[in-house]
T-cell receptor, first 113, second 113 residues
Framework: EPEVTQTPSHQVTQMGQEVILRCVPISNHLYFYWYRQILGQKVEFLVSFYNNEISEKSEIFDDQFSVERPDGSNFTLKIRSTKLEDSAMYFC???????????FGPGTRLLVL | DQQVKQNSPSLSVQEGRISILNCDYTNSMFDYFLWYKKYPAEGPTFLISISSIKDKNEDGRFTVFLNKSAKHLSLHIVPSQPGDSAVYFCAASYNNAGNMLTFGGGTRLMVKP
């Protein structure tokens, strides 16, 4: 069964450093998403991406964040200058159409020191 | 922001019995609802969904009920199995919001053998 994959599974970084989280969505999916879950809190939407552009973003997704689909398979989330409060699990998701089920990857645990 | 709420943080059920997980929402624009199951250190796994044009959807042991007037949905698992022990999240979306999912806080289900 096709699945969303994410790398790395864990990332530790120093405050102020840039990180890039990578995702390979399901191959015939056209809509891509990033969510995050801070420890003990809800899963929160960050951004949705379709047709090579952002279709929606939350208040969390400020200028420090960017997304890119650099090739036909990868979908990346970049945090330019990490803050302590960026420590969280980051989940990538994809869906075939905008109104179909979103399938989630296993997540990247980001720890900012 | 409490647009989607799961008021029971945990639920304990005997194997073979019915598990009922509840979810309430406040945004009347939501028209698509999903339940996800999550194990520690993994991403959410899709279980079942329901559109607002229906009031019930069934898939094997899992049934989701939607009461639009009460803005309430529930997930029934019959019969419950020890492997069902996980955190269950309800999520909701609507068409003009970039398909973003708004998640509840989750309910930890423990099924005792």
């Amino acid at each position: 069964e096709p699945e969303v994959t994410q790398t790395p599974s864990h990332q530790v970084t120093q405050m102020g450093q840039e990180v890039i989280l990578r995702c390979v969505p399901i191959s015939n999916h056209l809509y891509f998403y990033w969510y995050r879950q801070i420890l003990g809190q809800k899963v929160e939407f960050l951004v949705s991406f379709y047709n090579n552009e952002i279709s929606e973003k939350s208040e969390i997704f400020d200028d420090q964040f960017s997304v890119e689909r650099p090739d036909g398979s990868n979908f990346t989330l970049k945090i330019r200058s990490t803050k302590l409060e960026d420590s969280a699990m980051y989940f990538c998701a994809s869906s075939r159409t905008g109104r179909e089920t979103q399938y989630f990857g296993p997540g990247t645990r980001l720890l900012v020191l | 922001d409490q647009q989607v709420k799961q008021n029971s943080p945990s639920l304990s059920v005997q194997e073979g019995r019915i598990s009922i997980l509840n979810c309430d929402y406040t945004n009347s624009m939501f028209d698509y609802f999903l339940w996800y199951k999550k194990y520690p250190a993994e991403g959410p796994t899709f279980l079942i969904s329901i559109s607002s044009i229906k009031d019930k959807n069934e898939d094997g042991r899992f049934t989701v009920f939607l009461n639009k007037s009460a803005k309430h949905l529930s997930l029934h698992i019959v019969p419950s199995q020890p492997g069902d022990s996980a955190v269950y999240f309800c999520a909701a979306s609507y068409n003009n919001a970039g398909n973003m999912l708004t998640f509840g806080g989750g309910t930890r289900l423990m099924v005792k053998p």
